[in-house]
């Protein structure tokens, strides 16, 4: 199963929504999770089963979709948001990543 | 939390083992994986091993790589051979938990170079 992030990466500024998409290359259910990456660190888990925002987390994150197409949505980007965002499915192995979608300071 | 190992430089077809301690938790009773990350490039999920000790693993690795554990220890070991300059990349441990890896360690740099 082929992730495919749209776009590659995307400038915003402060403040703005900020939608990024992962379409599946076959139907995965809702077996996806959203992962923010920031150089020099781990990755961090933000949304899993597509919609279910992780513990912790804050709320302007969302996730949406099942099937093939999933979307995850900034509703106020913040400063600590610049980082470069991963999708992952979970339907079967292997368990691919997304190329990744990197949110750079407009 | 997961405590990972140092990483090292290994020169072309060298091999090398990464640990991966757990602490606050019982390794056994979770799926633990390793995800890759080259310079520059995205993440790259590498191997999986399930609670029941079945080992998952991605083409580019398959035959090359393997996993061990030590439940005393409480720890996995990625145990890396023929390795190559295109397996330079950061290493990281992961739990799988109810839909993702939630838990990461902090990743091991592991350089390919004579």
């Known amino acids: 199963i082929q992730l495919t992030q749209s776009p590659s990466s995307l400038s915003a500024s402060v403040g703005d929504r900020v939608t990024l998409t992962c379409r599946a290359s076959q139907g995965i259910n809702s077996n996806l999770a959203w992962y923010q990456k920031k150089p020099g660190k781990a990755p961090k888990l933000l949304i899993y089963?597509?919609?279910t925002l992780q513990s912790g987390v804050p709320s302007r994150f969302s996730g949406s979709g099942s099937g093939t197409d999933f979307t995850l949505t900034i509703s106020s980007l913040q400063p600590e948001d610049f980082a470069t965002y991963y999708c992952?499915?979970?339907?079967?192995?292997?368990?691919?990543f997304g190329q990744g979608t990197r949110v750079e300071v407009k | 939390q997961l405590v990972q190992s140092e990483g090292g430089l290994v020169q072309p077809g060298g091999s090398l083992r990464l640990s991966c301690e757990a602490s606050g938790f019982t390794l056994r009773s979770h799926n633990i994986n390793w995800v890759r990350q080259a310079p520059g490039k995205g993440l790259e999920w590498i191997s999986s091993v399930t609670v029941a000790g079945i080992y998952y693993e991605s083409d580019s690795v398959r035959g090359r790589f393997t996993i061990s554990t030590d439940n005393a220890k409480n720890s996995l070991y990625l145990h890396l051979s023929g390795l190559g300059a295109e397996d330079t990349a950061v290493y990281y441990c992961?739990?799988?938990?109810?839909?993702?890896?939630?838990?990461w360690g902090r990743g091991a740099m592991v350089t390919v170079s004579p």
């Open positions: 089963t597509a919609s």
């Open positions: 992961a739990r799988f938990f109810t839909g993702a890896f939630d838990v």
């Open positions: 992952q499915h979970f339907n079967s192995y292997p368990w691919t």
